[in-house]
């Protein structure tokens, strides 16, 4: 499985865009990019995935260069409730292998 | 909306009891999978379960066992319960494929 490297933490006020990059150098193929996020005493919540290009939904967008090896999540304005814990996933979508989360990205947004 | 639910959402049970955590999903899921989670470690996969009686083991599969006799339900088994196994545990599933997991609420356990 290929190993992703976050930043531990990221520090934002509100109204503004942030940017978490996930660095997969080793990313294969048929590999998919896929992020969650978690609030505190709650599981995880996936907000987003992708393989290439641009993908963009109500929450948030992925950005994907061309050799896949990393990724950006997007968040427009964020807000207040947005501060949570941000975990990048890299893996097959087509068989039975489970994902590997990782410590993830610890945002704070402050007023 | 998917709804993975956890029998207990706290639990505090002595050193070499057994435990059992169960957990029910309603979506008719193929997968389903059991994480622990500690600060600073984020969520470590345990097994995970992709059919009925199919299991395999995740990242950290010591000290622990599962049971998957109704595609709906997932039970971790902590054979002989240890200080070292406190934590929060997550279950989640998921159609085809790993990808969207949904999780259910968390059971905090400590084992004293």
């Known amino acids: 499985l290929a190993k992703t490297t976050q930043p531990i933490s990221m520090d934002s006020y509100e109204g503004q865009e942030v940017n978490i990059t996930c660095s997969h150098n080793?990313?294969?193929?048929?590999?998919?990019i896929t992020w969650y996020q978690q609030f505190p005493s709650q599981g995880p919540r996936f907000i987003i995935q992708?393989?290439?290009t641009k993908v963009t939904n109500e929450v948030a967008s992925l950005f994907i260069p061309a050799d896949r090896k990393s990724s950006t999540l997007s968040l427009p304005r964020v807000s207040l409730s947005d501060t949570a814990v941000y975990y990048c996933?890299?893996?097959?979508?087509?068989?039975?292998?489970?994902?590997?989360f990782g410590s993830g990205t610890r945002l704070q947004v402050q007023p | 909306d998917v709804k993975v639910t956890q029998s207990s959402r706290y639990l505090v049970k002595r050193t070499g009891e057994k435990v059992f955590l169960e957990c029910v999903q309603d979506?008719?899921?193929?997968?389903m999978f059991w994480y622990r989670q500690d600060p600073g470690l984020g969520l470590r996969l345990i097994y995970f379960s992709y059919d009925v009686k199919m299991k395999e083991k995740g990242d950290i599969p010591e000290g622990y066992s599962v049971s998957r006799e109704k595609k709906e339900r997932f039970s971790l088994i902590l054979e002989s319960a240890s200080t070292n196994q406190t934590s929060m545990y997550l279950c989640a599933s998921s159609s085809q494929g790993p990808y969207e997991q949904y999780f259910g609420p968390g059971t905090r356990l400590t084992v004293t």
């Open positions: 979506m008719d899921h193929e997968n």
């Open positions: 992708g393989y290439k």
């Open positions: 080793n990313i294969a193929t048929n590999d998919y």
């Open positions: 996933l890299v893996g097959d979508n087509m068989g039975r292998r489970a994902l590997t």
